[in-house]
C-alpha cells in the first residue's frame, strides 16, 4: 500500500501563490498517473488535475486551468501543485492520490486509489 503524504499548505491572501507537495513511497511511483483533488466544506471532493506516469499528459479542471500547473519528479517519488492567482474559492482541503493506471482514463475520484490525509488551503479575500 503507498503512502501519500501533502505538504505546503497554508493561509494565503487572493492573488497569491502556494506550491503543494506529495512525497510518495515504495518504488512504483512512475508507474501511475497521480493527482490532486480538493473538498472544500459542505461540498463534495472535485478533480482538480492529474498527470500521466511521465509527466508527459496534464488534465484540469476548467476552473483552475491557467492558474495551477500539476508536475512530477519521479526521482524523487513526488508530485507537486503549483498554484498561482489564487481566490477566495480556492479554499479547500487539497488531496494528493495515485491513478490505477499509469495513464489518466477519466477524472473521476473512482479512477484513483490511494489517498494522502489531506493539507489546508486558505485564501482570504
Known amino acids: 500500500q503507498v503512502q501519500l503524504v501533502e505538504s505546503g499548505g497554508g493561509l494565503v491572501q487572493a492573488g497569491g501563490s502556494l506550491r503543494l507537495s506529495c512525497a510518495a513511497s515504495?518504488?512504483?511511483?512512475?508507474?501511475?498517473?497521480m493527482g490532486w483533488f480538493r473538498q472544500a466544506p459542505g461540498k463534495e471532493r472535485e478533480f482538480v488535475a492529474a498527470?500521466?506516469?511521465?509527466?508527459?499528459?496534464?488534465y484540469y479542471a476548467g476552473s483552475v486551468k491557467g492558474r495551477f500547473t500539476i508536475s512530477r519528479d519521479n526521482a524523487k517519488n513526488t508530485v507537486y501543485l503549483q498554484m498561482n492567482s489564487l481566490k477566495p474559492e480556492d479554499t479547500a482541503v487539497y488531496y494528493c492520490?495515485?491513478?490505477?493506471?499509469?495513464?489518466?482514463?477519466?477524472?473521476?475520484?473512482?479512477?484513483?486509489?490511494?489517498w494522502g490525509q489531506g493539507t489546508q488551503v486558505t485564501v482570504s479575500s
Open positions: 515504495g518504488r512504483t511511483f512512475s508507474s501511475y498517473a
Open positions: 498527470i500521466s506516469w511521465s509527466g508527459g499528459i496534464t
Open positions: 492520490t495515485r491513478g490505477k493506471t499509469p495513464v489518466v482514463p477519466t477524472t473521476t475520484a473512482s479512477d484513483f486509489g490511494s
